[in-house]
């Protein structure tokens, strides 16, 4: 497919909770900007081999397709396709069939399903199975070239005791392995605007570029803060949000408010960001196995509303 | 102005070469870990009374049971890795190895899962669903109770994954007519969905055609206890028709009772499925009634049925399996594709090689160390012997089914459960039943039966779902099976 070079490609994680679903608004107010390509993935897992007793699971879901049922997948699928009808990004007109891909070779498993957009970027439904949906997601964002990653969290954070015992989110273990930016989705509204979080590192500067995209695409208000541990950290956190606003302003992006803030980075920029549609925060240089532990990463876990990872 | 594409994160930057990288390295990781046990294992002095021999096949048995649930690596693999064990760590000869791979019980697994999928290929489920609505009526628990019947009396015959591929159509076309509400047709999905898979899981135990495991189990009998020269052995070769007397009870004791309890645990507002029938009868009645191809099918069945029950003693139950599928292949009724693309051959290698391993476990005396750590353990509780010893075999293999499939559960069990009998001078066939019946109680997990996996893959359940209601089915079961090795086995003789 080709591919314009302005245009954001969103990939979204269907997993068939409602904060996937709601994501749908907040890709159609960017697509809305600025033409956005959106693919909508639901990743199954395999479930052949000694689960399935040696008899290939595909025997049954063929049995289905014969009798007129749709595969497991599908039916997300279709309800984020009616309500990308409803948001307009889809004709309510357009019919288009389900198409076999060869993927994992599961030869009833694996479709997709393209539609346009009034402005002609492309919208497509895929379906997949994967021995793992963490690598399957990253591997689909890798070969359409996306851009952003969206995936549902679950509203309300695993702590405690169940945090220990639960495995991680899938959401938050895409968000660790992915090379590209990641939006943990939770109600994510387009309206309240975006908390861009910087600090006065090299890393959080180099993800300024992308946090100014992501405005422009959105057109929406931006704050932008630091957090200092203590006190003797304030004047490094208020260069960073100075050196912040100035390059948002030169982008024509003139920042609704600038916070520098003392305590408890995480707790303060949970706190402070729930009033917004978006927290921004830069990767954490920390391997991948330690990111859980990064502010951001912590952030994504624990948060009510929405985070985006900026890589 | 053309705009920036978004960077890539710092070490994936261009190429996404480290990220491939730690991706591998993810998927894999409980290959290396099990590696690094291996290792360990293998490096440190074998445990007083266990030979070098069987600390090795101990060693394999660890990796195999923790690659079986885990799953890093095809399975195929692991059977591979198994034999390439059995020959290069244990030095045993390639050709004794390759040897005993195939056995009667592997050549059974084969046919059945070759029936399985030429049943399926033929399309009964829809006179099947016809049948069952017009003797239960439309009342939504009639329905379930009558799916759960028909199931498992199915289930029992044919292999609970055959009858799970046909019914869950049958239900999730019956959800898609009654309502369009997807909170209800979720909690009707909970109702029906659990009768056909705890339907199927307990009726795999009835005979020995109703899962690889029991025909692993009576492989085990044979190869353990069997000698053709001694008559006080002869119990040992349990045929189709004992396995029945033994079981088949336990399993029609269980089956109104998990209607009870399914029908506590998922209520639903949909009490009377009226117009989904009717459109249901309407659906399946354009198909026609049945031809000569459906009753060619089910002739072929019962003959294979037949030679199960009178014939498989003389030349085993594979055999008669293998007859079948051929018969179905020969008759035009399926196709090879079909049955090479509906059967994974790995999982045939797999059990060669799990069952294969198990006999080394014997013979190198691993079984009966690993029986020894067990009862010593069970000793302080008074649990080495009596009903408690086979309540404690009973919750072993229900937790091991419950993290890995049946049958493997059985052919990893095998060996050491009854050695745990020899030790214990407990009857060794009471103790293999328990071991076979109780890896049905695999109602905690997805994976535990093929017929939860099948009806999972619907999308309409979730993993929650089977602990809800799964410990109270596993207390339901517990109860009914320890109560038939107190009561009713030592009735039979047995």
């Known amino acids: ?67 007129g049922l749709e595969l497991p997948g599908m039916t997300h699928l279709k309800a984020a396709r009616d309500l990308l009808i409803e948001l307009g990004e889809i004709a309510p007109d357009s019919t288009r069939d389900w198409h ?29 199975t994967a021995p793992d949906v963490t690598t399957a997601a990253i591997d689909e964002a890798q070969q359409n070239k996306a851009d952003i990653i969206i995936v549902g969290a679950s509203p309300e954070p695993v702590e405690g005791l169940r945090k220990l015992l639960s495995p991680k989110p899938l959401a938050l273990k895409i968000a660790a392995h992915s090379p590209i930016p990641v939006i943990v989705a939770r109600q994510l509204e387009p309206g309240r605007g975006h908390l861009v979080c910087v600090q006065d590192t090299d890393r959080s500067r180099s993800m300024l570029p992308e946090a100014i995209r992501c405005a422009h695409a959105c057109q929406c208000p931006v704050s932008i803060m630091s957090v200092a541990p203590d006190e003797s950290g304030i004047k490094s956190a208020q260069k960073a949000v100075n050196e912040a606003a100035a390059l948002f302003k030169k982008n024509g992006i003139a920042p609704h408010e600038t916070l520098v803030e003392v305590g408890d980075p995480v707790e303060t920029i949970i706190t402070i960001g729930y009033d917004f549609s978006l927290i921004l925060l830069s990767e954490s240089e920390k391997p991948w196995f330690a990111k859980g532990f990064s502010v951001s990463h912590e952030v994504a876990a624990r948060a009510r509303n929405s985070v985006m990872i900026l890589k | 102005m053309k705009r920036p594409r978004f960077q890539l994160a710092t070490g994936c930057k261009d190429v996404y070469t480290s990220c491939i990288v730690i991706h591998y390295l993810r998927e894999k990781r409980w290959f290396f870990i099990t590696l690094a046990i291996q290792a360990a294992m293998l490096l440190s002095p074998a445990p007083d009374g266990v030979s070098p021999e069987g600390w090795r096949v101990l060693v394999m048995t660890v990796g195999a049971t923790m690659l079986f649930i885990t799953e890093p690596i095809p399975l195929p693999a692991v059977a591979l890795l198994i034999i390439l064990g059995q020959i290069f760590l244990l030095g045993i000869d390639s050709s004794l190895v390759a040897k005993s791979l195939m056995k009667d019980s592997v050549l059974f697994i084969m046919g059945s899962l070759m029936l399985a999928v030429a049943l399926v290929k033929q399309k009964l489920d829809k006179r099947l669903a016809l049948l069952i609505v017009s003797i239960t009526g439309s009342n939504t628990y009639r329905i379930a109770f009558g799916i759960s019947i028909f199931s498992g009396i199915l289930a029992s015959f044919i292999g609970e994954h055959t009858v799970a591929a046909m019914m869950l159509p049958v239900a999730l076309s019956l959800l898609q007519l009654a309502t369009d509400d997807p909170a209800k047709r979720r909690a009707l999905g909970l109702l029906f969905l659990f009768s056909i898979s705890y339907a199927c899981a ?22 353990f206890f069997y000698a053709t020269d001694d008559p006080a052995t002869f119990s040992y070769s349990v045929t189709y028709l004992d396995w029945m007397i033994y079981a088949y009870p336990v399993f029609l004791v269980q089956l109104p009772l998990m209607h009870l309890i399914l029908r506590h645990t998922f209520k639903t507002d949909i009490t009377d499925l009226g117009p989904a029938v009717e459109k249901l009868k309407e659906q399946v009645g354009d198909e026609g009634s049945l031809n000569g191809r459906h009753y060619m099918a089910i002739l072929l069945f019962l003959i294979t049925l037949i030679g199960w029950v009178g014939f498989s003693s003389e030349v085993g139950m594979g055999t008669i399996a293998i007859l079948g599928a051929v018969l179905f292949l020969v008759t035009g009724l399926v196709r090879w594709q079909d049955l090479n693309s509906g ?22 005396g691993a079984a009966a160390w690993v029986a020894g750590v067990f009862m010593d353990i069970l000793a302080p509780f008074g649990m080495d012997h009596g009903i408690g010893l086979m309540a404690a075999v009973m919750v072993l293999t229900t937790f091991i089914t419950n993290t890995m499939s049946n049958g493997a559960a059985v052919a990893v069990l095998g060996p050491i459960v009854l050695s745990i009998a020899v030790g214990t001078e407990t009857n060794p066939l009471a103790v293999g039943m328990i071991t076979a019946v109780s890896s049905a109680f695999a109602y905690f997990t997805v994976i535990g039966t093929p017929a939860s996996t099948i009806v999972y893959s619907s999308g309409l359940l979730r993993p929650k779902d089977f602990m809800v209601v799964g410990w109270r089915m596993a207390l339901m079961s517990f109860t009914v099976l320890l109560l038939a090795s107190k009561l009713y086995w030592p009735l039979i003789g047995l």
């Open chain 1, 1 to 67: 497919m080709t591919q314009g070079d302005n245009r954001i490609r969103i990939l979204i994680c269907i997993g068939g909770g409602p904060d996937s679903l709601s994501s749908l608004k907040y890709a159609t107010r960017l697509s809305n900007q600025g033409c956005a390509d959106i693919d909508l993935l639901y990743v199954r897992p395999l479930d052949s081999g000694l689960k399935s007793g040696g008899m290939e699971i595909r025997v049954a879901r063929e049995n289905m397709l014969d009798w």
């Open chain 1, 100 to 128: 076999h891909r060869e993927l994992s070779g599961d030869v009833a498993g694996e479709y997709v399903r393209e539609y346009e957009n009034p402005c002609g970027g492309s919208i497509s439904l895929r379906l997949r």
């Open chain 2, 202 to 223: 307990m009726a795999g135990i009835g005979t020995p055609s109703g899962g690889a495991r029991n025909a692993i189990m009576i492989d085990y009998l044979r190869d």
């Open chain 2, 343 to 364: 059967v994974n051959w790995g999982v045939v290698l797999l059990y060669a090689a799990a069952i294969s391993l198990g006999v080394q476990m014997r013979d190198t």
